[in-house]
C-alpha cells in the first residue's frame, strides 16, 4: 500500500508550509462562520492528510473522523491527535469506496475533490452518509489551467466550476447550496482561489 501512497514523500514536512497552513485556517474560519456547528457532532474530515482543518474545528464538535487514502498522511494525523480538542479517529480508506455503516452529521474538506474522479458520485455518497439535517463543507480550487500542482499525478480536476459543482449538490439532494471565497493560494505564476461551498441534507 505504501508504494502507492502519492503522499509518502510529503507527509513529514506537510504542516511546514505556512501557505498551506494559513489556507487551512481560512477554510476552517470560514466553515466555523457558516455551519452551525455544536459539541455533540460527529464529523468526517475527507482527505484529512495530517489534520490541518481538524484542527481548527475540533474545538467546536464532539468527534472527528479523519477519512484518507494516505497512510503516510494519517501516521502523522495520529502522531498529534492529542493536541485536536475533540475525539478523534482515523480511517484509512479510499473515499470512493467507502461503505461503513456509520452516519454523520456533517462532512468537512480541504482540497480533496480534484483527487476524486467522479465528482457527482462522491456528492450521492456523501448525501446518503449524513443524518437529516446533516451539512457538507467542502473547499477547493476554482477552475485553473493546470498549473496549481507541480505535478498533476493524481489530479482529475483542474479546478471546478462553481455553478456545475452546485448543479451536481442539487442533483444529489442537497439544498441550501453556498459558495463562499475562502482564501486565494499565491504561487509565483498566478494567484489561485479557493472556495468553500456548503450543503444541508
Known amino acids: 500500500m505504501e508504494n502507492n501512497d502519492l503522499f509518502a514523500h510529503k507527509s513529514k ?17 470560514l466553515i466555523v462562520k457558516n455551519i452551525k456547528l455544536d459539541k455533540s457532532m460527529n464529523v468526517m474530515d475527507m482527505g484529512a492528510g495530517t489534520g490541518l482543518l481538524s484542527y481548527f474545528i475540533a474545538p467546536f464538535v464532539d468527534k472527528i473522523v479523519a477519512v484518507d487514502s494516505s497512510p503516510s498522511m494519517l501516521k502523522e ?4 491527535c492529542d493536541e485536536f480538542a475533540c475525539k478523534t479517529e482515523v480511517k484509512h480508506i479510499d473515499i470512493s469506496e467507502y461503505d461503513e455503516p456509520e452516519s454523520y452529521d456533517g462532512v468537512i474538506s480541504s482540497m480533496t475533490i480534484h483527487h476524486i474522479e467522479d465528482t457527482p458520485a462522491l456528492l450521492k455518497k456523501l448525501y446518503g452518509m449524513l443524518n437529516d439535517g ?27 466550476d462553481r455553478h ?8 444529489a439532494g442537497f439544498s441550501e447550496v453556498a459558495f463562499s471565497t475562502a482564501s486565494t493560494i499565491s504561487k509565483p505564476h498566478g494567484d489561485f482561489t479557493v472556495f468553500l461551498m456548503t450543503a444541508i441534507k
Open 164 to 171: 456545475k459543482l452546485a448543479e451536481y449538490a442539487s442533483e
Open 77 to 80: 494525523f495520529e502522531s498529534k
Open 134 to 160: 446533516g451539512f457538507i463543507a467542502l473547499a477547493d480550487l476554482d477552475t485553473e489551467d493546470g498549473s496549481f500542482h507541480s505535478d498533476n499525478t493524481g489530479v482529475f480536476h483542474y479546478g471546478f
Open 13 to 29: 514536512s506537510w504542516d511546514m508550509n505556512s501557505k498551506r497552513v494559513k489556507n487551512a485556517k481560512a477554510i476552517g474560519d
